[in-house]
């Protein structure tokens, strides 16, 4: 009974607003592009941050990424076609990692190699990872067929290799992948596993196997290939020494992974006379990312707020005129004994009526807006409840806010006056 | 006072001024009366003598500036203004001079708008609203807007409206003030009928023609009561 009532005065305000269909339209437009932005901007927002979540996600939330670079100093260094550029991380850093850290739950050490590869009469050159069994769990890899290093692979300094599916079709294309023997540089290795492989990057930081074709065990390449590396680059001829290309380590606690990276530097500071390495935290740079979106909901709301300030004091605008304008109307509505507060819900309900119905027209322009941007700039955009819910909270809100202050005027009409005046 | 339960409306030294700047004006002045329930009443008097104030009052549109003024034994002077609303929502029906319909609802919804406030639910309403109509002769205008009648029919549909809450006092400031002589004629007859069903009616008036149609003529001046003629 009171819920129909309701609905019957929710009717009652529709139709009045209905008699003035072209007012309550233009009165609406201030809503509806208010609303209609900022569910659009919403989801685009949500969309970019989501998309660059994705991305620091793959990389890990938990791992640290510490890097060997070329320093300075070494790259300004000038020793000839003879001299050896030596640089970047060592066996012992990996070891010290291991020892002096126990928020470090894997360790998974890099040596990154560009050899030439034959299989058959198939030649190519395959890039090829050196690393441990910790690699995989670390960076968790779909295994398409067979397995992924093992513990006795490294310790025992078997030649195998798991291929990459780069890897694997370049070099087995038709044939049989398992159990092949493929020759890196000189020596043989069999194919034991071949697994699925992650693209993507993030700023300057790229997923660690992002070009890989192959892993094969740390000790494998260590003993089989050492750390010299010959370049050829414009013309000439670089040497270089370096015996790990990367470490990748993972905290056991989301918590302890920015302490733990800058305990990390500490320590390779104290033994690197030079700055030939770089941390990378993907959590530092979703911690990044999610301040940046935090900026921009903040600026968002602030452009969305004005504007719905602006539509919100249209309708209030609007609705003041109204009520001058309906004065002999109310004064009659008085007479018939209306009490002042069946007077304000009146006016009330027709400005909520206003601003939702504003509010509804522009989450579909919102809605529509968005996919529009998907489908014609392939920018992915992001819908959220929140991101409905909330414009048209709102859209309520300035409904009543706004529509107040005339129904209280319309309440205040005495309806002796309203009804002499003709 | 033998017969206080007859008596509908009852002023005792009702006063009403209105403060013109400095000026006080008396709109009424020391006025009291009774009404008895069932009776018909015509008030009179020239341009300012107070007879629309007076029906205000009566009314409860409007509240005296001292004096008791008493509706079926209870005094609505020191009702606020929601007690107020309620009286006339229960117990009053209006009629105006200019009709007062509101021009973009239909006769129907015009009618029914008292019943709205009653809380009455749709159906009902619709049901009652024809009824009405049909006792004022418009059952064929219901889905028109006021701005389509005729004088005369738009103050017959005001009479509809003002009987929809089946009030026992009727108030009617010149009805037919805005109407040719023989629309307010039927207009006059419309309200004798309704008086022989037992209406107490108070109706304010400039012709004698009309208040002719009442047994008590009061006449006013200056805010006072002048004489009453009663036939
Ligand atoms: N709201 C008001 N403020 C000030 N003075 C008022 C107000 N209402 C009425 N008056 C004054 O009170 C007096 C009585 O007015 P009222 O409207 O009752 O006269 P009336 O007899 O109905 O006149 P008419 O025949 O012209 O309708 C007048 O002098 C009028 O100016
Ligand atoms: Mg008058």
Redesign the pocket.
């Known amino acids: 009974m009171k819920n129909s009532r309701f609905i019957r005065n929710i009717m009652l305000g529709m139709e009045n607003l209905w008699l003035h269909k072209l007012r309550s339209a233009l009165t609406m437009l201030g809503m509806v592009f208010g609303v209609g932005s900022v569910v659009a901007m919403l989801s685009v927002g949500e969309g970019a941050g989501k998309q660059a979540m994705q991305e620091i996600a793959k990389l890990g939330s938990h791992n640290i990424i510490v890097s060997s670079v070329k320093s300075v100093e070494e790259e300004s260094a000038t020793g000839g076609q003879t001299r050896i550029s030596m640089y970047g991380l060592t066996y012992d850093d990996h070891k010290r990692m291991q020892e002096s850290f126990p928020a470090l739950r894997e360790i998974a050490p890099v040596k990154l190699i560009r050899k030439e590869a034959r299989l058959g009469d198939r030649m190519m050159e395959l890039r090829v990872v050196g690393t441990t069994d910790a690699w995989f769990r670390l960076v968790p890899r779909t295994v398409l067929a067979g397995r992924t290093l093992r513990r006795e692979d490294e310790t025992e300094v078997r030649p195998v290799a798991v291929l990459t599916e780069f890897g694997a079709r370049k070099l087995l294309a038709t044939r049989n992948t398992l159990g092949q023997i493929v020759r890196i540089g000189s020596d043989a290795f069999e194919v034991v596993g071949i697994v699925r492989n992650e693209s993507g990057q993030t700023g300057t930081m790229q997923i660690p196997d992002q070009d890989v074709d192959a892993y094969i065990p740390l000790s494998v390449a260590r003993q089989y290939f050492g750390d010299h590396f010959v370049r050829r680059s414009a013309g000439a001829t670089i040497r270089e020494r370096v015996e790990l290309h990367q470490i990748i380590a993972q905290a056991d606690d989301m918590d302890h992974v920015e302490p733990t990276a800058n305990a990390i530097e500490h320590m390779l500071r104290r033994f690197h006379k030079n700055e030939d390495y770089r941390i990378s935290v993907p959590l530092a740079l979703l911690r990044q990312a999610e301040a940046t979106k935090r900026t921009f909901n903040i600026v968002l709301g602030s452009i969305a707020g004005i504007s719905l300030l602006v539509g919100g004091i249209g309708i209030m605008n609007i609705m003041l005129a109204s009520v001058t304008e309906r004065t002999r109307e109310i004064g009659i509505r008085r007479a018939i004994g209306a009490k002042r507060r069946q007077i304000i819900h009146q006016f009330l309900i027709e400005t909520i009526v206003l601003s939702t119905l504003g509010g509804l027209i522009g989450i579909g322009l919102g809605v529509l807006t968005p996919l529009a941007i998907t489908w014609f700039s392939g920018m992915p955009t992001v819908l959220t409840p929140l991101g409905i819910l909330l414009p048209l909270a709102i859209s309520l809100i300035v409904g009543i806010v706004f529509g107040l202050y005339p129904a209280a005027n319309a309440a205040r009409v005495d309806p ?2 309203a009804l002499r005046h003709e | 006072m033998t017969a206080q339960d007859n008596t509908i409306v009852q002023l005792d030294r009702a006063v009403k001024t ?3 700047g400095l000026q006080k ?1 008396h ?1 009424l002045n020391d006025v009291s009366l009774d009404i008895k329930s069932g009776s018909f009443w015509a008030v009179m ?10 029906l ?1 009052i009566v009314g409860c549109l409007d509240r005296l500036s001292s004096g008791a003024y008493l509706v079926e034994g209870q005094n609505v002077a020191g009702l606020d203004d929601n007690a107020l609303s309620d009286r006339r929502l229960r117990q009053i029906g209006f009629i105006f001079q200019s009709f007062n319909l509101i021009p973009q609802l239909t006769v129907q919804r015009n009618i029914e708008l008292p019943l709205y406030y009653l809380g009455w639910d749709a159906e009902r309403s619709r049901e009652r609203g024809r009824e009405l109509a049909r006792k004022v002769g418009l059952e064929d205008r219901l889905n028109h807007r006021p701005s389509e009648l005729s004088g005369g029919q738009m103050q017959r549909v005001a009479i509809a409206r003002a009987l929809a809450n089946d009030p026992r006092l009727l108030l009617a ?2 009805p037919t003030g805005n109407l040719d002589s023989a629309t307010g004629e039927q207009i006059m007859r419309l309200l004798r009928d309704l008086h022989g069903e037992g209406k107490t009616i108070v109706m ?1 008036t ?1 012709e004698s023609h009309v208040a002719a149609y009442a047994q008590n003529r009061l006449h ?1 001046k200056d ?1 006072r009561i002048d004489r009453i003629e009663s036939s």
């Open positions: 002796i006056i | 209105y403060a013109m004006v709109a008097g020239s341009s300012g003598s107070g007879k629309s104030t007076l205000n400031d010149e304010v400039h006013m805010g």
